[in-house]
């Protein structure tokens, strides 16, 4: 018989707007031996923004895609995954799409309170990175994050290098 065991880690880094899912993963990819980010927006980054069957179908593949590529690349182990996965069908539509044998998924959410989040977003608005309308549809995210099959990690009082170091000690 032969025995399977976990060759890699998909981290799935889940928070609403300005949870800092983007600064954590970086901080992540650089504790992780043999490690790798993608962030979800990097597959939807077109102007004009536009969110239809046709385009969501689009950004789905695209992640299927790189996120497979990732997993079978031989020199990488860890895979960081950042994205507004704030709806299970969402965590389960990208997982549904990967190779998962001898995969370990570890799947977080960030739940800063909702002054940390208008304060990260205010700050993003002030650098030309998010709109005023950022901070409402943020803060209005924020409880969906409580009904995902994930770990939640309050990183209200957290730098993203902490928030790192709490995330890489929860695979295997």
């Known amino acids: 018989m032969e025995m399977t065991s976990v ?13 800092g899912k983007t600064a954590v993963s970086e901080q992540l990819v650089k504790r992780l031996p043999q490690a790798v980010m993608l962030d979800g927006d990097w597959c939807w980054a077109m102007d004009p923004f536009v969110v239809n069957d046709a385009t969501k179908a689009m950004v789905m593949d695209n992640i299927h895609h790189l996120l497979n590529a990732f997993i079978q ?31 370990q998924v570890v799947n977080v959410s960030l ?5 940390k989040l208008k304060r990260n977003i205010t700050a993003d608005i002030h650098a030309g990175i998010r709109t005023a309308d950022a901070i409402p549809k943020a803060i209005a995210r ?15 009082a957290l730098v993203p290098a902490q928030t790192a170091a709490m995330i890489s000690k929860l695979s295997h």
């Not at 990488?76 to 995969?103: R, T």
């Not at 739940?111 to 002054?115: R, T």
């Open 142 to 156: 924020l409880p969906k994050y409580t009904t995902v099959n994930s770990t939640k990690l309050d990183t209200t």
């Open 7 to 19: 060759t890699k880690t998909l981290y799935l880094i889940g928070g609403p707007m300005g949870a």
């Open 111 to 115: 739940m800063p309170s909702a002054e």
């Open 73 to 103: 690349a031989p020199d990488l182990i860890n895979i960081v995954f950042c994205w507004v996965m704030d709806e299970q069908e969402i965590i389960d539509d990208v997982l549904g799409g990967l190779m998962l044998k001898n995969v």
